[in-house]
Nanobody, 122 residues
Framework: QLQLVESGGGLVQPGGSLRLSCVAS????????IGWFRQAPGREREGVSCISKSGGSTNYADSVKGRFTISRDIAKNTVYLQMNSLKPEDTAVYYC???????????????WGQGTQVTVSS
């Protein structure tokens, strides 16, 4: 069974940092691109970042470029999202999901995790 489990969310002050983890089971990251998404109350789910199945390609939403970094550890079958210089507008539930590649729309992603809450507030 393909499964993704997110963790690492929490409450942080503006300017702070968090590292989210997305642990995969039932498949290996070599065959699946992994995307991070977020959804704030009253807003649609949006893409944040994605790493290709080769690990050689990454992309970011304009709103997080220069602040967030996606990476992975094949041995741990885990994808990370390092979030620095956090802003209140980054507050959302963060999800990870898998897809054959990063170029498709959100509807091409599946095996969604349960999400982890990130709250940026003073």
């Amino acid at each position: 069974q393909l499964q993704l489990v997110e963790s690492g969310g929490g409450l942080v002050q503006p300017g702070g940092s968090l590292r989210l983890s997305c642990v995969a089971s039932g498949f290996t990251l070599d065959y699946t691109a992994i995307g991070w998404f977020r959804q704030a109350p009253g807003r649609e789910r949006e893409g944040v970042s994605c790493i290709s199945k080769s690990g050689g390609s990454t992309n970011y939403a304009d709103s997080v470029k220069g602040r967030f970094t996606i990476s992975r550890d094949i041995a741990k079958n885990t994808v990370y999202l390092q979030m620095n210089s956090l802003k209140p507008e980054d507050t959302a539930v963060y999800y990870c999901a898998g897809s054959p590649d990063c170029s498709g729309s959100i509807y091409h992603f599946g095996s969604w995790g349960q999400g982890t809450q990130v709250t940026v507030s003073s």
